[in-house]
């Protein structure tokens, strides 16, 4: 049984190619970056109005939270 798109759409899945690897790795590539300008100047504003406990406030910065790769950012003291 396929999932309900194909259903809707009465089609079957194509196999898997090489080329569906590379278009999923690039659009999960967009959807991360997208608003990264956005939110840094969002949380400089807050940071410039509401001090920088206020943007911890947003961010939640934690010891707890960790990288894939293991590499570690310097935590800002409050």
Known sequence: MHSFEYLLLRKSPKPWVMTDSLLVIFSMYIDLQAKTI??????????????????????????FQAALDLSRIPLMPP
């Open 38 to 63: 956005e939110r840094d100047l969002v949380l400089t504003l807050i940071k410039q109005h509401f001090g920088q406990s206020m943007v911890n406030f947003f961010i939640q910065p934690s010891q």
